[in-house]
């Protein structure tokens, strides 16, 4: 019968015990450390870094649209820019969907 079964003949041994309370909260921090450094910081960074982009926004600054639309502002407003797309076109977005700033002369180069 003890092919099946295990014997109980390690009952009169100890419990084995689990590691130490202090182990279990140093991993925990630890995976807190390694989430903030690899995912929080950066993208912290990237979003003051859009924000300042944002803010900076003046007439005659050529831009790219996360929509990938290209235009020069004619109008900046608290939250809105206006954008001349064409000749005499011109549409309004919000400042948050402007990707980048070009360098000047970019869209009459291409």
Do not use: C
């Amino acid at each position: 019968m003890g092919f099946f079964v295990q014997s109980a003949w390690a009952q009169s041994q100890a419990a084995p015990q689990g590691a130490p309370m202090y182990i279990n909260l140093l991993m925990f921090g630890g995976l807190f450390l390694f989430m903030y450094l690899l995912i929080i910081r950066p993208q912290r960074k990237r979003q003051k870094e859009h924000q300042n982009l944002v803010a900076a926004l003046q007439k005659g600054d050529e831009v790219l649209l996360t929509s990938g639309m290209l235009g020069k502002v004619v109008k900046v407003d608290d939250n809105y820019i206006v954008l001349e797309t064409g000749s005499n076109i011109e549409l309004k977005f919000q400042k948050v969907a402007v990707h980048a700033v070009l360098p000047k002369g970019t869209i009459k180069s291409i």
